[in-house]
């Protein structure tokens, strides 16, 4: 990642262990970053359990709703049954009281009756009267209670609607968790860059940094000489190769420190040296001039050879690969 150098470790040609920290960028950035993401994540898990929880509540809340509202639809259907019922009564009571008002109209005018009587008769037909007007209403109260009922159960209808629409919420906070864990992650990522740390044993070269130097991703700070892995390329004739295969011993001489190593032939070239040059050589001529072409083979030393680390790459050498 990007950012201003504070602090260098290393100079060129110093040693160095594989985890050494090289290079420490300023990590106030990229801190302020993770706690951010780390914040968001954790404000998403708890709207995802909160979701999650959600779920079977509204599930059994819609199926205590729906057997509620059928209930409740019984109930009102069987009120208005009876206060048709009693609309009924009432309404046979009030012709019977009129009728007997009509008769004690005729035997009030021929004097056969008291007016006493035909007060009563029709007091009774004025209170009938009341009781219908009384039951049609509580016809109509029950049957109101009825439409209730029924949008009631429509409503509740909706249960697996609701339900679904509830489980996709919790399955997109889930979704929102994982965003925000990714994010939190490259988070920490990006601060863990900030320390930029030696990957393998071996020596400094070609350091390129400073302290306060801005650098961005990708830019080379420095090289590290490998000296763990040292191995010898020798172009040997193609004539030479007959006998020669991986697994062979090898002596390798050193001209610098006059010492023999052991080491073994780890693989032979898939092509000649010249195959490989920025310019291959070609006979457009058709003239042929027939000329030793020489393979690369990779020997490596054994193990243990070198604790000091005196070998170099780029030192002249004269391998010998045992054939016989």
Do not use: C, W
Not at 153 to 176: E, H
Request: no cysteine; proline share 4%.
């Amino acid at each position: 990642m990007g950012g201003t150098v504070v602090q260098v470790n290393f100079e060129n040609n110093q040693y160095v262990s594989a985890g050494s920290v090289m290079v420490q960028l300023d990590p106030t950035d990229y801190k302020v970053a993770l706690q951010k993401a780390e914040a968001e994540l954790a404000d998403a898990r708890a709207q995802a359990v909160a979701a999650q929880t959600g779920v079977p509540i509204t599930s059994i809340g819609t199926s205590s709703q729906t057997s509620v509202a059928v209930a409740n639809l019984h109930s009102a259907q069987k009120e208005t049954d009876a206060a048709k019922a009693r609309q009924a009564e009432a309404e046979a009571n009030y012709n019977k009281v009129a009728s007997d008002l009509k008769r004690y109209e005729m035997l009030i005018g021929k004097d056969e009756i008291s007016r006493q009587q035909y007060d009563t008769a029709i007091a009774a037909d004025q209170a009938a009267a009341a009781t219908v007007a009384a039951a049609r209403s509580n016809v109509a109260a029950a049957q109101g209670r009825v439409a209730q009922a029924e949008a009631q159960v429509r409503a509740a209808s909706t249960a697996p609607q609701q339900v679904a629409v509830t489980r996709a919420k919790a399955n997109s906070a889930l979704a929102t968790v994982q965003r925000d864990e990714a994010v939190a992650q490259q988070a920490a990522l990006n601060l863990a860059y900030t320390t930029v740390k030696a990957p393998v044993n071996g020596i400094v070269s070609q350091r390129n940094v400073e302290p306060g130097q801005v650098i961005q991703a990708g830019q080379p700070v420095y090289a590290i000489v490998n000296l763990d892995d040292i191995y010898v390329t020798a172009n040997f004739k193609e004539t030479q190769l007959k006998n020669m295969h991986p697994g062979q011993p090898a002596e390798i001489t050193v001209d610098a420190y006059g010492r023999t190593y052991r080491g073994h032939v780890l693989n032979i070239g898939g092509a000649t040296g010249a195959r490989f040059s920025l310019l291959p050589p070609e006979n457009a001529t058709g003239n042929y001039v027939k000329v030793v072409q020489r393979i690369p083979v990779r020997i490596v030393f054994e193990k243990g050879q070198d604790p000091q680390h005196l070998l170099r790459p780029g030192m002249s050498v004269e391998p010998t690969v045992l054939t016989k």
